[in-house]
């Protein structure tokens, strides 16, 4: 059963950047697909980007598109997501997330404990 530690979370303001780091302790890392959800107080989880077993494809969520993206190290067990020019409404609690499968689905099976990304204006 794989694990996922998220890391990279913090504090940061309006316009600036952060990138989070996933790494995962499954010897067969590159047989799973990737992702990143958020959940902001309030709200319900929303996916926001995923990346394919190989990296070869991509999704984003369309508020993210053209600030964020996401990528993935199979060598190093690793997966990433750099966002860029952070705005107030991407506040949020980021998860990890990993399916044995070729793309994320939408309920993945595997989580890690998340970690807090605040943006202030």
């Known amino acids: 059963q794989v694990q996922l530690l998220e890391s990279g979370g913090g504090s940061v303001q309006a316009g600036g950047s952060r990138r989070l780091s996933c790494a995962a302790s499954?010897?067969?890392?590159?047989?799973?697909?990737m992702g990143w959800f958020r959940q902001a107080p309030g709200k319900e989880r929303e996916i926001v980007a995923t990346?394919?077993?190989?990296?070869?494809?991509?999704y984003y969520v369309d508020s993210v598109k053209g600030r964020f993206t996401i990528s993935r190290d199979n060598a190093k067990k690793m997966v990433y997501l750099q966002m860029n020019s952070l705005k107030p409404e991407d506040t949020a609690v980021y998860y990890c997330?990993?399916?044995?499968?070729?793309?994320?689905?939408?309920?993945?099976?595997?989580w890690g404990q998340g970690t807090q990304v605040t943006v202030s204006s």
């Open positions: 997330a990993a399916d044995l499968s070729r793309v994320l689905t939408t309920r993945p099976k595997y």
């Open positions: 990346i394919s077993r190989s990296g070869g494809s991509a």
């Open positions: 499954e010897l067969t890392f590159s047989l799973y697909a």
